[in-house]
């Protein structure tokens, strides 16, 4: 089975991430790697921390003349500001962080411990292992786009059937990754005056995912549907406090006949990935039942303002327990555009991940071949 974990203290030696359970044969494109690196490093709204560091992916195994050889892929992704055993002392908790919850939990006093590992410096560890990811859906042409809707109170509006290339292409030309090119310079704005006001925004990323198959995912048992995976995979990147599938929460205002996408079949349209079913909405975004249908996949995210605060926030001293205003740690101000990048890539690990339950097998050659015969087979169900 595909699985992958992480390991690292954001000013440790290195982040890294062990990608278990890719078939042999998958070329390693270093360049989207370490592409989808540089994007996660960027977005307006980044902090001094970018500023000092160049993530780069060493692929330290599982991969031989540029081909995965299906043994564990380690990455290694160096920390340039590497000071774990100097970083001072942390006692006055940042409300929204994991500092009081987890010092609580591992009983210190000092949140250094908790905040190194909770930081969302470990993003860059899941980056990087979702866009090894991509370069097995690369294969099958399956696509995965993120991008961002929502700065604060300016809201994009994105057509939804853009298409992943442009999708892409508007959003790249968008310092806060954003495809409306119309809100990008308001959303900047609220950025900076959030800043200059020592406070900061959170937002709305939305990932989209193209030319996956029916079929993955199951409604047999409740682990394995792939919305609530999909859920679980973008609701644990740092700061993300509510995930949708589809038309998500304004379903619950609408009428049965409004939200479900009705079926109907074009037979002109069975090479597509919905094999010639034609749905008139997506409001399902892609999965029902758990399952894909063919349809894009569309997951939308909110995040929180991050919760280090240049004005602080009243805390208390963990060690005295009297009243004193929250530490300041070096920051960023916003970094929607960098989770979009994430929140992309964590989804391509979890398509791979299911895209291999169904067609999985040792090597690429296998897994094209179970993956070619189910679409052969589906094309021709009820014939
Ligand atoms: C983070 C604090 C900042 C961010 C960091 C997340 O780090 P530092 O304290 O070193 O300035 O820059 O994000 C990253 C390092 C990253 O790579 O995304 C936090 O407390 O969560």
């Known amino acids: 089975m595909l699985d992958y974990r992480t390991a690292g203290e954001s000013h440790g030696p290195a982040m890294m991430a062990l990608v278990e359970g890719m078939p042999s044969g998958v070329a390693v494109d270093p360049a989207l790697i370490n592409g989808e690196l540089r994007r ?15 993530d780069e992916a060493a692929v330290l195994s599982g991969v031989r003349q540029g081909r995965t050889i299906g043994s564990p892929v380690a ?15 942390l006692h006055h908790p940042r409300p929204g962080h994991a500092d009081l919850a987890g010092s609580l939990k591992w009983l210190t006093t000092d949140c250094r411990n908790v905040l190194e590992r909770a930081s969302a410096r470990e993003t860059a560890a899941r980056t990087a292992a979702g866009a090894l990811a991509k370069c097995l ?9 993120g991008y961002v809707v929502r700065i604060g109170e300016v809201a994009a509006d994105v057509p939804a059937d853009l298409g992943p290339a442009e999708l892409a292409r508007r959003r790249d030309g968008s310092e806060v990754y954003c495809p409306d090119g119309s809100v990008a310079a308001a959303m900047i704005e609220v950025i900076r005056i959030a800043a200059a006001d020592k406070d900061n ?16 995912g199951s409604c047999a048992r409740w682990q394995d549907k792939l919305d609530g995976r999909l859920m679980q995979a973008v609701g644990s990147i740092q700061a993300i406090k509510g995930v949708e599938i589809g038309a998500g929460f304004s379903v619950a205002e609408r009428r049965g006949s409004a939200v479900h996408d009705a079926i109907s079949y074009d037979a002109s349209k069975r090479q597509a990935p919905t094999l010639g079913f034609v749905r008139r909405s997506n409001n399902t975004g892609g999965i029902e039942g758990g399952i894909t249908n063919g349809q894009p996949i569309v997951i939308r995210a909110a995040m929180k303002p991050i919760s280090t ?7 208390v001293d963990l060690g005295t327990k009297q009243a004193t205003r929250s530490d300041y740690e070096r920051s960023d101000i916003c970094s929607v555009p960098a989770a979009s990048v994430v929140a992309e890539n964590v989804v391509a690990f979890e398509i791979a991940r299911a895209f291999l339950e169904k067609f999985g097998g040792d090597t690429l050659v296998d897994v094209r071949a179970a993956y070619e015969a189910f679409m052969q087979a589906a094309r021709a169900l009820g014939e």
Do not use: C
């Open 309 to 315: 605060l240049l004005q602080g926030m009243d805390s």
């Open 137 to 145: 859906l690369g294969e099958f042409g399956i696509e995965v786009v």
């Open 40 to 54: 996660r490093q960027g977005g307006y709204g980044r902090g001094g921390r970018m500023k000092i560091e160049r």
């Open 201 to 216: 925004v959170g937002g709305v990323v939305v990932v989209e995912v193209h030319g996956q198959p029916p079929g993955l």
């Open 75 to 89: 990455i290694q992704i160096v920390n340039r500001d590497s000071r774990l055993d100097e970083a001072p002392p």
